[in-house]
């Protein structure tokens, strides 16, 4: 079963905007609230470094890439075990595969991560 589902990219022009979306449909709802969510730029020839984290606790904290900070914003709902980039003044560079990565906080300080295909944005004019 697919375990997480981007969809929301596109073909946008420089500074303009965009709204990712990651669906949990192979993530059961108390693994999706045990998880820190992620969401990894893939660009062809570059190794893969997350832009945006939202922790799992309570007072769901976040983390943003030097990068993105001010242009992009990452969110969460539980309830509907999707998670939210939202992308805004977006420039050539951010142009990438987007996925979303799920890391479950298991027992014994373990954990588990779950994987999305991918979102394709591409900021060009």
């Known amino acids: 079963q697919v375990q997480l589902v981007e969809s929301g990219g596109g073909l946008v022009q420089p500074g303009g905007s965009l709204r990712l979306s990651c669906v949990a449909p192979?993530?059961?709802?108390?693994?999706?609230?045990?998880?820190?969510l992620t969401w990894v730029p893939q660009a062809p020839g570059k190794e893969r470094e997350s832009v945006a984290t939202?922790?799992?606790?309570?007072?769901?904290?976040?983390t943003y890439a030097e990068s993105v900070k001010g242009r992009f914003t990452i969110s969460r709902n539980n309830a509907e075990k999707t998670a939210y980039l939202e992308m805004n003044m977006l420039k050539a560079e951010d142009t990438a595969v987007y996925l979303c990565?799920?890391?479950?906080?298991?027992?014994?300080?373990?954990?588990?991560?779950?994987w999305g295909q991918g979102t394709q944005v591409n900021v060009s004019s």
């Open positions: 939202i922790s799992h606790l309570r007072e769901a904290f976040k």
């Open positions: 990565k799920a890391t479950q906080t298991l027992d014994w300080g373990l954990e588990y991560v779950y």
């Open positions: 192979g993530v059961t709802l108390a693994a999706f609230m045990k998880s820190t």
